[in-house]
Every structure is written in structure tokens, then in C-alpha cells.
Nanobody
Framework: QVQLLESGGGLVQTGGSLRLSCAASGRTFSSYAIGWFRQAPVKKREFVAA????????YYADSMKGRFTISRDNAKNTVYLQMNSLKPEDTAVYYC???????????????????WGQGTQVTVSS
């Protein structure tokens, strides 16, 4: 079992920044990839970013490239999502998810993740 706990969400103005954290426990942290997804009201959950087990490879949705940065600290069992230049359309609940025992190499599909956190709300005001 893996437990994931997100934190760092909140209310920010357009153009502002937030850093989300995803703290993991339950298994060797460096053995699984981590992704961030988000879900706005009445919208499907969408991929935001992902980082490989070692942290050496990162992946982003096109609309987040250049604004968001994902990183991981395997010594602290934590993944971070630095979000800059935030826009009102970034408003959503942000979830981190883990691929435990999954080695498909596909980081974009939510179906490839088998553990999820409870989410943290991010609200960007205009």
C-alpha cells in the first residue's frame, strides 16, 4: 500500500505562484513514478506532469510546459509541483498519483496510476 498526501494548494491571483507537495509513504519511494493530475468542476481529470522513479525524466502536458516544474526528492519521499504564471483556468483540484508496480512507460494516462491522493484545491482569481 502507498499513501499519498498533497499540500500547498490555496488561493492566488493571476500571475502568481504556488508549490504543491506530494508526500508518500508505504513503499520504497524511488520504486514508482509520480504524476500530477487536475480536475476542474464538470471537467474530466487531466494530466499535468509526471516524474520518473529516479527523477531523471519529466513529462508535461503542453499547456503547462514552461510554467510548471515537477521534481522529486527521494530522500524526503516527496514530489513537488512548482506552478508559475498561474491563470484562472488553472483552477482545479490537484491530485498526485503513483504508478506502483507499473512499468508501461506511459505517464500520461490516468489509468496507468493505481494510487491516488485526496487532492488539494488551487484557485486562481482574475
Amino acid at each position: 500500500q502507498v499513501q499519498l498526501l498533497e499540500s500547498g494548494g490555496g488561493l492566488v491571483q493571476t500571475g502568481g505562484s504556488l508549490r504543491l507537495s506530494c508526500a508518500a509513504s508505504g513503499r520504497t519511494f524511488s520504486s514508482y513514478a509520480i504524476g500530477w493530475f487536475r480536475q476542474a468542476p464538470v471537467k474530466k481529470r487531466e494530466f499535468v506532469a509526471a516524474v520518473s522513479r529516479s527523477g531523471g525524466s519529466t513529462y508535461y502536458a503542453d499547456s503547462m510546459k514552461g510554467r510548471f516544474t515537477i521534481s522529486r526528492d527521494n530522500a524526503k519521499n516527496t514530489v513537488y509541483l512548482q506552478m508559475n504564471s498561474l491563470k484562472p483556468e488553472d483552477t482545479a483540484v490537484y491530485y498526485c498519483a503513483a504508478q506502483v508496480g507499473v512499468y508501461s512507460g506511459n505517464y500520461y494516462r490516468r489509468q496507468e496510476y493505481n494510487y491516488w491522493g485526496q487532492g488539494t484545491q488551487v484557485t486562481v482569481s482574475s
